[in-house]
C-alpha cells in the first residue's frame, strides 16, 4: 500500500514536472503572454488592432480579467486628500485625472472582442454610471462605446451630439465616445471634420483627438489636420494634431512628411510622437531586396 502510495506521489510530482516544462502557465500569441499583451500600450491603430486580435485570441483567460479591472475603485485616502488640497498637489489632480486608472483601457479592449465579451455587460453598464473621479466622463464614454459594440447597438445616435459645436462639454465627450469605437467611428469623420471649422481650441482639440483613435480615411484626414501641426500654431493644437497625424503615418506619404518636420518641434512630446510614429511606418516598409 505503502509502495502505491508512493508511485502514485510520483506520478503526480512528474505530472507537475512536465506541465511546467512543456506548458505554460499563461497563454500565448505571436510570442508574447497574456500579461505581456495586457501591459502593452497600443501607439497607433494598427498596433491597437494587434494587442485586440491577441486579446480575442485568449479571451478566455483576458475577459475575466478585463471585467475585474472594470470594477476597480477610487483610493478612499487619495479622494480625501482630493477634497482637502483638491488643485493644490500635483499627484492628487494626476490621480483625479485618472492616470491610475484602468477603467477605461479595459472597456475599450471589451468592446474590440465584440460577442466574446458579452458576458461583461453588468460591469460595463455600471460603469456608465461612475462619476468618482474627474475623469470618470472618460471611463463612462469608453463602456457606452464598448456596450454598443458588444450589443450591436445602431450606432448614428453616438454620432448625432458630435453636431453641438457650440456645446463643449457636450461635443468633447461624445467625440473621445466616438473615438473609442476605432474604426466604427468612420461614420463620423465628416462631423470630425467639420468640427476643425469652429475657431473654439477644446473643439479642434478633441476632434483632433478622435480622428487619430479612428484612424481611417487618410486621404481626408491627413489635409485637415496637416494646418494644425504646423509651428505657427500653439502648443495645445501641434499636440493634439501630432497625436492625430501619427495614427496615419502607415498610410500617408504626406503624413510621414508632416511628421518628419515635426521631429524638429520645440516641444518634446510633438517630437517624441512624430518619432514614434515614424519608426513604426518605417517597420511596415517592405525591405529592398523583397
Known amino acids: 500500500m505503502k509502495a502505491k502510495k508512493i508511485a502514485i506521489a510520483g506520478l503526480a510530482f512528474a505530472a507537475l514536472i512536465a506541465l511546467v516544462v512543456f506548458e ?45 479591472r472594470l470594477e476597480w475603485e477610487p483610493s478612499e485616502f487619495l479622494a480625501g486628500l482630493s477634497l482637502k488640497y483638491q488643485n ?61 459594440l458588444i450589443r450591436h447597438d445602431p450606432l448614428p445616435p453616438l454620432f448625432e451630439p458630435l453636431n453641438r459645436t457650440n456645446d463643449i462639454d457636450v461635443f468633447y465627450q461624445q467625440a473621445m465616445l466616438v473615438g473609442a469605437l476605432g474604426t466604427n467611428g468612420r461614420p463620423a469623420i465628416p462631423l470630425l471634420l467639420n468640427a476643425l471649422t469652429n475657431t473654439h481650441p477644446v473643439i479642434h482639440a478633441h476632434a483632433l483627438i478622435a480622428l487619430g483613435m479612428v484612424g481611417s480615411e487618410p486621404e481626408r484626414c491627413v489635409l485637415a489636420i496637416l494646418p494644425f501641426i504646423a509651428p505657427t500654431n500653439g502648443l495645445g493644437a501641434r499636440q493634439k494634431a501630432a497625436f492625430a497625424m501619427a495614427a496615419f503615418a502607415e498610410k500617408s506619404e504626406l503624413a510621414e512628411k508632416a511628421l518628419l518636420t515635426a521631429k524638429g518641434d520645440p516641444d518634446p512630446y510633438v517630437r517624441r510622437v512624430a518619432e514614434g510614429a515614424l519608426k513604426r511606418a518605417q517597420k511596415k516598409q517592405p525591405s529592398p531586396s523583397s
Open 88 to 148: 493644490r498637489i500635483p499627484l492628487i489632480v494626476s490621480y483625479q485625472q485618472g492616470i491610475t486608472d484602468p477603467r477605461s483601457r479595459a472597456a475599450h479592449d471589451l468592446g474590440r472582442m465584440g460577442d466574446l465579451a458579452t458576458n461583461a455587460i453588468p460591469q460595463l453598464i455600471a460603469l456608465t454610471n461612475k462619476h468618482d473621479l474627474n475623469s470618470s466622463w472618460h471611463c463612462r464614454g469608453a463602456a457606452a462605446a464598448a456596450l454598443a
Open 24 to 68: 505554460p502557465w499563461e497563454p500565448r500569441h505571436k510570442g508574447k503572454t497574456l500579461r505581456e499583451w495586457l501591459s502593452f500600450y497600443p501607439g497607433s491603430p494598427s498596433e491597437d488592432e494587434l494587442r485586440s486580435e491577441a486579446l480575442k485570441a485568449m479571451h478566455e483567460r483576458a475577459v475575466p480579467i478585463l471585467k475585474r
